[in-house]
Protein backbone atom coordinates (compact mmCIF):
# COMPACT_ATOMS: atom_id res chain seq x y z
CA UNK A 1 0.00 0.00 0.00
CA UNK A 2 1.50 3.71 -0.67
CA UNK A 3 1.18 6.56 1.57
CA UNK A 4 1.29 10.13 1.32
CA UNK A 5 2.16 12.33 3.98
CA UNK A 6 3.12 15.80 3.87
CA UNK A 7 4.31 18.26 6.61
CA UNK A 8 4.79 21.74 6.42
CA UNK A 9 1.93 23.61 6.51
CA UNK A 10 1.23 26.48 9.36
CA UNK A 11 0.34 29.99 10.08
CA UNK A 12 2.77 32.92 8.00
CA UNK A 13 2.05 36.37 7.32
CA UNK A 14 0.85 37.88 4.10
CA UNK A 15 3.85 38.10 1.73
CA UNK A 16 5.28 35.43 3.91
CA UNK A 17 6.71 31.91 2.48
CA UNK A 18 6.20 28.38 3.34
CA UNK A 19 7.47 24.73 1.98
CA UNK A 20 5.26 22.03 1.85
CA UNK A 21 6.54 18.62 1.32
CA UNK A 22 5.23 15.44 0.10
CA UNK A 23 6.51 11.68 0.52
CA UNK A 24 5.56 8.81 -1.01
CA UNK A 25 6.65 5.59 0.95
CA UNK A 26 5.34 1.93 0.64
CA UNK A 27 5.60 -0.29 -3.08
CA UNK A 28 6.24 2.17 -5.21
CA UNK A 29 6.92 0.82 -8.90
CA UNK A 30 6.42 4.39 -10.48
CA UNK A 31 5.72 7.49 -9.55
CA UNK A 32 3.41 9.17 -12.55
CA UNK A 33 2.48 12.61 -11.30
CA UNK A 34 3.02 14.40 -8.01
CA UNK A 35 0.42 17.12 -7.40
CA UNK A 36 -1.12 20.25 -4.85
CA UNK A 37 -4.08 20.40 -4.06
CA UNK A 38 -5.75 23.39 -2.16
CA UNK A 39 -9.10 23.75 -0.16
CA UNK A 40 -9.89 27.58 0.48
CA UNK A 41 -12.42 27.60 3.28
CA UNK A 42 -16.17 27.67 1.82
CA UNK A 43 -14.56 26.26 -2.13
CA UNK A 44 -13.91 23.60 -4.16
CA UNK A 45 -10.18 22.23 -3.95
CA UNK A 46 -8.04 23.26 -7.10
CA UNK A 47 -5.24 22.27 -8.69
CA UNK A 48 -2.25 24.24 -7.53
CA UNK A 49 0.90 22.73 -9.14
CA UNK A 50 2.01 19.90 -10.83
CA UNK A 51 4.80 17.62 -11.56
CA UNK A 52 4.88 14.83 -13.99
CA UNK A 53 7.59 12.14 -13.83
CA UNK A 54 9.27 13.79 -17.30
CA UNK A 55 10.17 17.07 -14.67
CA UNK A 56 7.06 19.36 -16.63
CA UNK A 57 5.19 21.16 -14.52
CA UNK A 58 2.06 22.87 -14.65
CA UNK A 59 0.86 25.89 -11.87
CA UNK A 60 -2.70 27.34 -11.88
CA UNK A 61 -3.23 30.90 -12.93
CA UNK A 62 -3.51 32.01 -9.34
CA UNK A 63 -0.15 30.23 -8.06
CA UNK A 64 1.64 31.05 -10.93
CA UNK A 65 5.40 33.19 -10.58
CA UNK A 66 4.85 32.85 -6.81
CA UNK A 67 4.54 28.88 -6.18
CA UNK A 68 7.59 26.54 -7.07
CA UNK A 69 6.94 22.37 -6.94
CA UNK A 70 9.95 20.26 -7.30
CA UNK A 71 11.94 17.67 -6.16
CA UNK A 72 15.57 16.51 -5.51
CA UNK A 73 17.02 14.31 -7.94
CA UNK A 74 18.27 12.07 -5.50
CA UNK A 75 15.06 11.18 -3.85
CA UNK A 76 12.73 11.51 -6.26
CA UNK A 77 9.93 10.34 -3.61
CA UNK A 78 9.45 13.58 -2.61
CA UNK A 79 7.83 16.87 -4.02
CA UNK A 80 7.67 19.85 -2.16
CA UNK A 81 5.80 23.09 -3.08
CA UNK A 82 7.86 26.45 -2.17
CA UNK A 83 4.97 29.51 -1.97
CA UNK A 84 6.33 32.64 -1.63
CA UNK A 85 4.60 36.31 -1.64
CA UNK A 86 1.82 34.08 0.02
CA UNK A 87 -1.84 36.62 -0.10
CA UNK A 88 -4.98 35.84 2.37
CA UNK A 89 -6.56 33.60 -0.41
CA UNK A 90 -3.93 31.37 -0.43
CA UNK A 91 -5.09 29.85 3.05
CA UNK A 92 -6.92 26.59 2.99
CA UNK A 93 -5.80 22.86 3.41
CA UNK A 94 -3.24 21.96 0.81
CA UNK A 95 -3.41 18.28 0.03
CA UNK A 96 -0.68 16.06 -1.95
CA UNK A 97 -1.71 13.80 -4.59
CA UNK A 98 0.04 11.57 -6.96
CA UNK A 99 -0.34 9.05 -9.67
CA UNK A 100 1.54 5.87 -8.70
CA UNK A 101 2.13 2.41 -10.48
CA UNK A 102 2.89 -0.02 -8.03
CA UNK A 103 3.00 -2.99 -10.41
CA UNK A 104 4.47 -2.64 -13.98
CA UNK A 105 1.65 -4.90 -14.86
CA UNK A 106 -0.80 -2.52 -13.72
CA UNK A 107 -2.27 1.07 -14.42
CA UNK A 108 -1.69 3.61 -12.01
CA UNK A 109 -3.70 4.67 -9.38
CA UNK A 110 -4.57 7.69 -7.46
CA UNK A 111 -3.51 8.24 -4.14
CA UNK A 112 -4.37 11.02 -1.28
CA UNK A 113 -2.40 12.50 1.43
CA UNK A 114 -4.55 14.04 4.56
CA UNK A 115 -3.48 17.42 3.99
CA UNK A 116 -1.84 19.92 5.76
CA UNK A 117 -3.53 23.39 6.78
CA UNK A 118 -1.80 26.87 5.18
CA UNK A 119 -2.88 29.86 7.12
CA UNK A 120 -2.15 33.42 5.84
CA UNK A 121 -2.70 36.10 7.99
CA UNK A 122 -2.04 39.42 8.54
Known amino acids: QVQLVESGGGLVQVGGSLRLSCTAS????????MRWYRQAPGKQRELAAS????????YGDSVKGRFTIFRENRNKNTVYLQMNSLKFEDTGVYYC???????????????WGVGTLVTVSS
Open 97 to 111: NAEITDDPRDYGKDY
Open 26 to 33: GIIFKINE
Open 51 to 58: MHESGNTY
